[in-house]
Every structure is written in structure tokens, then in C-alpha cells.
């Protein structure tokens, strides 16, 4: 595995901010505009790319009130209260 440095810098609004070289995007296939998330590993960060997948859902009115409703008073969007039943689901199979 190679492995590459990259130099942590701080803006002028005290956030963090770091960039990665363009031969190590071209390498592991990241394009500008691509979602990446931090996932804590080993007292680190690991990024990974966030690949989305279209799952059709059929509620009707009343049933997605009830779901946008308990998405809201947990304080989640909509979206990632399906992402985390989808997950659930799968863990279970």
C-alpha cells in the first residue's frame, strides 16, 4: 500500500482543510464534486466515497407524514432515517 502525507492547513475562519494531490485522486478514481465522508478507524479517519443508490418507496400520505415526522423529532432528514432501515434491514438478513 503507498502511503501519502497531506499537510493540514487552517482558513482565515479557523477551519480545517487539507488537499489531496491530483495523481492520488486519479488513483483511487475521485472526481471534484464527489461526496466523501470521515469514518473514525484506528484513532484516525478513514474517507470513503459516498456511492448513492435510488431505492423506490411507496408510502401513502399518511404514512410519510408518520416517518417524516419521526425523522424530524430525531432531528435526521427523511433520507437518512431510509438509509439507517435500509442498513438495519440488511444487518438483520
Known amino acids: 500500500m503507498k502511503t501519502t502525507e497531506l ?7 479557523g477551519e480545517l482543510y487539507f488537499n489531496i ?10 472526481e471534484e464534486g464527489d461526496e466523501i465522508k470521515f469514518v ?4 484516525g479517519f478513514l474517507l470513503q466515497k ?6 423506490e418507496l411507496n408510502f ?10 419521526y425523522a424530524h423529532e430525531q432531528d435526521i432528514t427523511f ?3 431510509c438509509e439507517r432501515a435500509v442498513k438495519a434491514k440488511l444487518n438483520n438478513e
Open 60 to 69: 401513502d400520505e399518511d404514512e410519510l407524514l408518520k416517518y417524516m415526522t
Open 79 to 81: 433520507n437518512q432515517l
Open 40 to 43: 473514525e478507524q484506528d484513532g
Open 50 to 55: 459516498v456511492k448513492y443508490e435510488s431505492v
Open 21 to 30: 494531490p491530483d495523481d492520488v485522486l486519479e488513483r483511487i478514481g475521485w
Open 7 to 13: 499537510q493540514i492547513k487552517e482558513n482565515s475562519k
